[in-house]
């Protein structure tokens, strides 16, 4: 009962929409910035990363690993390259031109920017439960991805697509009352946040450090093609 | 949940070995290794990986072993690094050997997968570093040990003496001379404008190799020469034990070799390993960047002598041919054009792989792999089946591989599988068909030398 009370109040409710995502930002953006910074300065014991990087060739990397079948291996996995893109791409546009969001943002601090409209929203939040069913499935039942999947990838797989279902849920009010439901959703999203630069999600971060050292050592080091 | 099959190989580098090891002194080890030794690479791997198993595709052994899983590069990964940073290098001998075999036998560090990853983590990397913890723990293939000590005592890979080594260059000289009039064959020449420097196999039972480097050289009236002394030889086996001490001093004594004879350019032999170790690994242990000399894989230059008109091609091959793209020489250093020309100048009928170049699969023989003796062989046979079958399905009937451990496991491979083919270096396929001078041709016999 108590529980209940809780997690329908108004005060929740206020938290989670106010102090929790200041809360959520700082330590989504400190963090991502201690992340990459500690990897930078690490790199330099690492003698190796720092005088063979190269604008040109990381940035030739960039392109051909985020342009959809700009790589060999994309073409040799379609749908995987599909559903990761799709995901990928999902994952920022959606949350960001999501017409209740900017609803909030335009409360706070009085901007708001277009939108998408609500039923291509829709649509597309069912589009990013599927892509997290492909790579649960995947994760199942491809023998090479089973292998290598431990209990933590599920988990980030869950935090990932808690806010989506949840997401889809509020807006069809499915649940009783929606106050609740818009609270759950509320705080799943802030965890994600907050989950990517202390987690393997952190390759969001990451990904460009890899690539541009890769890229550049096959550029100006292996005059080859990483891709 | 893991299931690993694999045949039980008895091998005193890692059976004996193993005997003498106390905990402590793995762990030790280990962490020295992975804490003091590596660092952002490897923690910007470990924490970026998403465990995708997207790299399963770029590897010989899992398209060979009808993709098992279990030979995955993330799974050797899984097997090894993840293993011993989990453990907190606190594992038991038998592990170590599990290690071992992973990093020293299922894995040719040919960086393949680092092409396939969707951030580009270099795998082969990681398993260097495997390689470098059981290499210091003394836990890998004998013949493999065997190589590192004799680079040790007598700075070449397969115990040839210096005094061996001059005897050697005599008596080719005087055999090629039967070929070519009046052959040389120069000891220490000072400020000559390349110095060649051979396999260590050539100087112990692949002497015709020698030879048809000189050949070419004489032909191509080349400014050549070799040391006489130590860093004659441009092998490294050291890089493939983790041995980077060794490794950087015999990489030394073969620059330093160069520039005691103030040569302008070294050209190693046809090999894969001895460039990439000189260029690349050995170079950057010692602190440079690039080579401090400029340094030639034979490709390069029989190709600036096919394009200069300094060999000429007299009668071009007519068999159907194709290449192999050698790891070391194509994805670590982009020559396949060039093996492509020079190719194309001397054969009729050119035959492109596929996948090729940079995504040429491993022979399954790089990274001392072939050099590991019979109980390894399996290994090779089997895992290269991917590889006979894309040779095979160019319908050529000769393979060009610029290198040695290409060109003797696909040889082998070719016997094991029963295909007809046959491999050939590039020198050896120039010394077929290039044109021999008029003042160079050996005088008729009965007539008089002049």
Known sequence: ?227 | MMTMHRKIVSDPGFDETIKTLAPEKIAHTINYVLQKEAAARLKAYVETCIHCGLCNEACHFYVSYDRDPSYSPVAKVRQTIWDMMKKKGKVDAETLKTYARIGFTECNICRRCSMYCPFGIDIGYMMILVRRICGLLKVAPLYLQDQGYSHMYTYSQSWVAQDDWVDTVQFVEEELRMDIRNARIPLDKEGAEFMYSPHSLEAKFKTNLLSNIAKIMNVARADWTMPSFDGWDSTNQSMHLGDYETMGMVERMHFDAAFKLRVKKIVTSECGHSFRAAIYDGSRVLGWKEPPITYLQPTQLFYEFVRDGRIKIAQKLSEPVTVQDPCSIVRNRGLGQMLRSVVKAACEDFREVEPKLEHNFCCTAGSGVINYGPPWKFLRMEGGRVKIEQLQSTGAKIVIAPCHSCHKTIEEMIDYYKVNMHVMFISELLVKTMEIPDDLKPAQSGKAET
Request: hydrophobic letters at 55%; glycine letters at 4%; aromatic letters at 18%.
């Open chain 1, 1 to 227: 009962m108590f529980m209940y009370e809780f997690l329908t109040s108004i005060q929740l409710y206020n938290f989670l929409k106010g102090p929790m995502v200041w809360i959520a930002f700082i330590v989504f953006l400190c963090g991502s910035i201690y992340r990459v910074s500690s990897l930078a300065v690490l790199a330099k014991r690492d003698r190796v990363v720092y005088p063979y990087l190269s604008l040109k060739y990381a940035f030739r990397s960039f392109l051909h690993w985020l342009v959809p079948f700009g790589s060999r291996n994309m073409r040799l996995h379609p749908w995987m390259t599909l559903f990761a893109f799709v995901f990928h791409i999902g994952i920022f546009i959606l949350p960001i031109f999501l017409y209740p969001h900017i609803v909030l943002w335009q409360q706070a601090w009085g901007i708001r920017w277009w939108s998408l409209p609500e039923n291509v929203a829709d649509i597309a939040t069912i589009i990013m439960i599927l892509c997290c069913m492909f790579f649960l499935l995947r994760r199942i039942f491809a023998p090479e991805v089973r292998l290598v999947t431990y209990a933590s990838d599920y988990l980030l797989l869950a935090i990932v697509a808690a806010p989506f279902v949840t997401g889809f849920m509020a807006f069809h009010q499915i649940i009783e009352p929606y106050r609740v439901i818009v609270s759950l959703h509320m705080l799943l999203g802030e965890i994600m946040l907050m989950a990517i630069p202390f987690s393997r999600l952190g390759h969001m971060l990451t990904f460009w450090l890899t690539r541009a050292h890769t890229g550049s050592e096959f550029g100006v080091f292996r005059h080859s093609r990483d891709y």
